[in-house]
């Protein structure tokens, strides 16, 4: 690739004023199995308010690649959105999502999914070559049928890096792909601890 046509790229992701919205899309969500004896029993309802799910964050590049750019990402609705496919498969039951929580005491767990933070950058390009890096939290309320809560968790994904590629016009949707993945893990990561929890749960409820 030739410095003519490299030059306007580099300037674009240094100093232009670029906003761009990512979207939930399913497709990029993986799709990995949960083996059956890590399932949590019963059915999960997966809780978040109108205000949970309007809830966006826009910021800015946290490398000088990509300065120019300011993103908005609308972490209600795909913390809510991966929360239902996550938990669907790992309870037995599979999961429902609601901002009603009067129908609670309905489901074995109430949990609610909130992003508290989302940062994103492309640090150390390589010529003409750029890859995104994506950092996040996670945090876990698991809630009883009145509203209190018995578990309450934070998950730090560190930083995250996807595949080195050339810069083009795909680096947003690249960005958002990578969204999808992190935040899937660590949702995984949650499951993985509701599932102790419920366990524990049960041996304590057994020693009584």
Do not use: W
Request: hydrophobic share 40%; proline share 5%.
């Amino acid at each position: 690739m030739s410095f003519l046509r490299v030059a306007p790229m580099l300037a674009a992701l240094f100093l232009c004023g670029c906003a761009e919205t990512l979207a939930y899309r399913p497709e990029d969500v993986p799709d990995t199995p949960i083996p059956y004896p890590d399932r949590i029993t019963g059915k999960i309802l997966i809780y978040t308010t109108r205000t949970d799910d309007d809830r966006s964050i826009t910021a800015g590049s946290t490398s000088l690649t990509g300065a120019g750019l300011r993103l908005t990402v609308p972490v209600g609705l795909m913390v809510r959105e991966i929360a239902l496919k996550v938990f669907s498969k790992a309870a037995s039951a599979g999961a429902d999502e609601s901002d009603d929580f009067t129908t609670a005491s309905r489901y074995s767990i109430a949990l609610r999914p909130q992003i508290e933070n989302f940062e994103y950058g492309f640090p150390h390009p390589k010529g003409v070559e750029v890859k995104p890096e994506v950092r996040m939290t996670l945090r876990i309320s698991l809630l009883d049928a009145t509203g209190r809560v018995l578990l309450e968790k934070d998950y730090d994904s560190g930083v995250v890096s996807g595949s080195r590629h050339l810069i083009s016009g795909k680096l947003v949707e690249r960005t958002d792909k990578l969204t999808h993945e992190v935040m899937f893990d660590l949702m995984q990561r949650a499951a993985a601890d509701v599932h102790l929890y419920e366990q524990t749960q049960a041996r304590a409820a057994a020693a009584n």
